[in-house]
């Protein structure tokens, strides 16, 4: 259950082009410890409660659970979330054998864009898209927790 990822900020919108899916994802948290985060997410016509651990010191590894509940489930929770829900959509691309998941960012965190890849292990080499901008990997900010209370239009 420890998930391996990289996080990248996209530099263009090339990517929707070859998406082979879109979701809308509505988040919200129940709690964003450092040490542990606990995630309501409603993904599609889908509810999921998540728990994820605090990360490694490089910031690519970390204790993820996550376990399906019913959209019900998930709206209910929603309200009594923390304040800052996160609404995004979620685009899939094939790089290579892997899955870029890139998330473009609406409400208080609108014009952000970001990618992230799950490896099998951190010497696991990917391709990487043209599309891609820097590495974000372990920048807590970026962390959907943190954009939540520290919305990306508070950054400038």
Known sequence: MVEIERKFLVKSLDFKDIAFKKTRIIQGFL???KARTVRVRIRGEQGFLTVKGLSSKDGLERFELEKEITKAEAE???????????????YEVLSGNHTFEIDEFFGDNQGLIVAEIELQSKEDIFETPEWLGKEITGEIKYYNSQLSKY?????K
């Not at 919305?151 to 950054?155: A, D, G, M, N, T």
């Open 31 to 33: 709690n964003t410890d």
């Open 151 to 155: 919305p990306f239009k508070l950054w």
């Open 76 to 90: 209910s929770l929603l309200k009594i979330c923390e304040k800052g829900v996160i609404d995004k959509i979620r």
